[in-house]
């Protein structure tokens, strides 16, 4: 089992000052056993690093890497579905079919789960840059924790942008209540906000950290979000220049596709930045994440896993002709683990994710299921094939730059198969070299809940969600969680069609 030093449980009452939720006020009525109260915090450089701190730690938080997030970010793709039994949270059933809407039964709640959950975040951030400041410690350090806190205010941004285009965008702490209720902000305000707080983390944050600091943002990671928040936007000169400075901080591909997810290889050569999870054994509080337990193979003791957001038949059968990260990433029924488990011959999925698998030697009683299991949010093979996208976007010379990057991906795929598995690409064609980087991309990518903003970006959902119910003109976008309308007595507008 591991121990993360620095990132902890967010048992911090200081940074509770406003609601999560978007533009409306609630209080804590029940003060926090052993919390500091906020008059006395915000003095030194410790209130700084638990503030800094507590920001990582709600990464791991329910509505940040499970139902919520899984509902939102994956289930409306064609590579996941909601899993377990057919009467276990079937409200989840509500994304697949988009039929989800502001004021829906529980599926409405997960929606509204992932706004406040994002505005949380986005709330500790806000925290920290306002306080911050005014404390007197070390300079370097100092700055470097405002750079952290742009970082992840700028990550929890994206995704609410992602997922419900206009919202509002709060860049400080109300200082009374006539701030609290904003209206939504222009999404291109909100990506211009996103963009700002990237490019400044990345002129602050370190390439790289000492041991008691893994998991922190690093430059390389502010370099990486900003490309990806820029390919949403197609500004394709910037995702090519911004991927060929990543491309030159060190990172590189992990030998083995499999056992880069596995918990001995969390924070590889790869990884640019993961959620930190740990098993803390003299504080199970922290030791909070669920999101390998919701996703655990279901029906198999000793890991008591849940079963949902399982593969679809549909991805199963995408993959070329014997890619490796077929098996790599979808634990099927009946088959052997690499780490000798033996998943059950029946039962209510035929697949599950093992992208969150955790085998069952490491299972530790008392604990949750993947406690330690962190979450990969980018690794240097998606900033390879957002490369390769860039520069067939661009096209004329920068084709070859196109190959040679996809072709890094598929090579390392591959590994010491035949050259027949996963040939190279050698297509200059920009249609047919486009289709082959979208198809890499679900590919390498699958079950990290990308899939299903990427096909909208791409323009292609109308066609390939078509059978699930995706509306054009609608289901570009989840909907305004209803509370939140309600709250805000009519200055929060919702999303068409809804």
Not at 394 to 407: E, M, P, R, V, Y
Not at 424 to 442: F, K, N
Request: net charge negative; with cysteine.
């Amino acid at each position: 089992m591991k121990r993360i030093n620095n990132i902890k449980t967010p048992l911090l009452a200081a940074v509770l000052v406003i609601a999560a939720n978007g533009c409306s006020k609630s209080f804590i009525d029940v003060p926090l056993e052993g919390a500091q109260p906020s008059e006395q915090f915000w003095r030194n450089a410790d209130d700084a690093t638990k503030a800094v701190n507590a920001m990582y730690a709600y990464l791991r938080a329910w509505p940040q890497v499970a139902f919520a997030a899984i509902a939102v970010e994956n289930l409306g793709s064609d590579d996941a579905e909601k899993g377990s039994s057919a009467g276990d949270a079937s409200y989840l059933d509500d994304f697949d079919n988009f039929t989800v809407g502001p004021s829906s039964a529980n599926s409405s709640g997960q929606v509204y789960d992932f706004w406040k959950g994002q505005y949380l975040e986005i709330n500790y951030c806000n925290q920290v840059l306002d306080n911050v400041p005014k404390i007197e410690m070390d300079a370097n350090l100092k700055n470097r924790y405002l750079a952290e806190a742009k970082f992840l205010r700028a990550y929890s941004y994206f995704r609410l942008v992602r997922a419900f285009g206009d919202v509002p965008l709060r860049l400080t702490i109300p200082k009374d209540a006539s701030e609290f209720n904003i209206p939504r902000t222009p999404k291109a305000d909100v990506y211009a906000a996103i963009e700002k707080d990237l490019t400044e983390a990345a002129a602050t944050l370190p390439q790289n950290y000492g041991p008691a600091d893994v998991g922190h943002a690093t430059k390389g990671a502010a370099l990486a979000l900003h490309a990806k928040v820029s390919m949403y936007q197609k500004k394709w000169d910037q995702v090519l220049a911004l991927t060929n400075q990543v491309m030159t901080l060190g990172y590189d591909l992990f030998p083995d596709y499999e056992k880069q997810f596995r918990i001995q290889n969390e924070n590889n050569i790869e990884s640019i930045f993961e959620v930190q999870a740990a098993l803390i054994p003299d504080n199970k509080e922290a030791s909070n994440s669920q999101y390998s337990q919701v996703q655990g193979i279901r029906g198999m003791s000793p890991s008591m896993g849940w079963g949902f957001n399982v593969p679809t038949a549909d991805l199963a059968n995408s993959y070329e002709t014997d890619d490796p990260r077929r098996d790599a990433t979808i634990v099927f029924r009946g088959e052997i683990t690499p780490q000798g488990d033996a998943i059950p011959v029946a039962g209510d999925n035929p697949r599950y994710n093992q992208k969150s698998y955790v085998p069952q030697s490491l299972m530790v009683a008392g604990f949750t299921e993947g406690s330690q299991q962190n979450f990969r949010v980018i690794r240097f093979a998606e900033v390879l094939l957002m490369n390769a996208e860039a520069a067939n976007e661009l096209g004329g010379a920068n084709t070859t730059q196109a190959l040679t990057s996809l072709n890094r991906v598929r090579t390392r795929a591959r590994g010491a198969l035949p050259l027949t598995v996963l040939p190279p690409v050698t297509t200059t064609d920009q249609a047919a070299l486009r289709t082959v980087i979208w198809r890499e991309r679900r590919a390498e990518l699958a079950m990290e809940n990308d899939r299903y903003f990427d096909v909208i970006r791409q323009g292609r959902a109308a066609t390939l969600f078509a059978a699930k119910g995706w509306k054009a003109n609608k289901n570009e976008v989840w909907p305004i969680p209803q509370a939140e309308i309600d709250i805000s007595a009519g200055v929060l507008t919702q999303n068409p069609g809804y």
